[in-house]
């Protein structure tokens, strides 16, 4: 069979970009959502924040799950 | 011994220097270092401890403000000169400090509420049809007490490596595309390429106080929920 394109490299970056897209919008939705209701009532601001960073930190843990994979299964 | 085992001597010992120094002789109108020091403190003690835990924070402070100077002092030489990687960045650090935290919440959980009451509260959380617990029980179990740690470890050591790899990437770029290749026309590219590594620096600083701080909350989160009584 000839080939018509090649590509070399390492299927665990393509791992890592598919890993990325879902927790990319969760922290765009999480962070957006955090600054909409600090927008709305800025004297929430300390506990809205915090909250934001356990949102963002649950959400990221996915992706890097995904960087990680991408060594460990080669 | 290895780089990461000096490394982690070195900012030991930095800490601890910092630290005495900060209240070798504290005065009532801090001047100096002090100021830092209880600026820190601060921090971790107002907008951690106290934030998550409530009247329960007397008690984890310690442990708290401990891990949180660790975990930043083993960040951040990431980016200091001549040492250039985060002591984090090996599996083993986080894996001791997430155990240290897997730890503390478990025995605050079954101090508080005895070990029979702490597994049911989270195997079997109250106002779920009962045959709902075949499939609520095995996930609580999974998520509470392997997930946790593991997330934990993964978070910060995923968090250093990325930023040690993109550094390299960024500098390594640059010192091929500025010296190594023989076309002019790449030079502009290792130019961006270094301004680039130059930005991912600051950006390092950011995540290494981001990640010290993620990690105490989530720390503080976990031992909010063991103790906390009823969900």
Known sequence: MELFAEVTGNLGAVGYGLAAIGPGIGVGIVVGKALESIARQPEATGILRTNMFLGIAFTEALALIGLVAGFIFT | MTRINVIMLIMTAALLIFFFMAFRRPQVVPRGIQ???????????????????????????????????????????????????????????????????????NYAGIKQHGLKHYLQMNLFPPGVPL???????????????????????????????????????????????????????????????????????????????????????????????????EH
């Open chain 2, 35 to 105: 100021n830092v020091g209880e600026v820190a403190l601060d921090f971790v003690r107002v907008q951690i401890a106290e934030e998550i835990l409530g009247h329960h924070a007397k008690r984890f402070t310690v442990l708290l403000t401990t891990m949180f100077f660790i975990v930043l002092a083993f960040n951040i030489t990431g980016i200091l000169p001549l040492m250039h990687i985060a002591a984090n960045s090996l599996i083993a650090v986080p894996l001791i400090l997430g155990f240290s935290a897997y730890i503390a919440f």
């Open chain 2, 131 to 229: 045959p709902l617990y075949l499939l609520v029980t095995p996930i609580e179990a999974v998520s509470t007490f392997i997930f946790r740690p593991v997330t934990l470890t993964i978070r910060l050591v995923a968090n250093m490596l990325a930023g040690h790899m993109l550094l390299v990437l960024f500098y390594g770029g640059a010192n091929y595309l500025l010296f190594a290749s023989d076309s002019w026309l790449m030079k502009p590219l290792g130019v961006f390429s270094f301004v680039a590594g130059f930005a991912f620096t600051l950006f390092e600083i950011l995540v290494a106080f981001l990640q010290a701080y993620i990690f105490t909350l989530l720390t503080a989160v976990y031992i909010s929920g063991a103790v906390s009584e």
